[in-house]
């Protein structure tokens, strides 16, 4: 009887870990980045035909 009280005991740990790591915080360590401004020039096809 203790043997099947242990394995529930486990798959429950298993099953409530794996939802709290669906459902908690993130833990990504990705820098803060934001819209960054454009520094090219924009396309030309005009300018691409006469090349």
């Given at each position: 009887m203790?043997?099947?009280?242990?394995?529930?005991?486990?798959?429950?740990?298993?099953?409530?870990?794996?939802a709290?790591?669906?459902?908690?915080?993130?833990?990504?360590?990705y820098?803060?980045?934001?819209?960054q401004?454009?520094?090219?020039?924009?396309?030309d096809?005009?300018?691409?035909?006469?090349?």
């Amino acid at each position: 009887m203790m043997a099947i009280s242990n394995i529930i005991t486990k798959i429950t740990e298993y099953i409530s870990e794996a939802a709290m790591r669906i459902f908690g915080p993130s833990d990504d360590a990705y820098p803060a980045t934001g819209v960054q401004p454009f520094t090219g020039e924009p396309y030309d096809k005009r300018k691409d035909e006469n090349s």
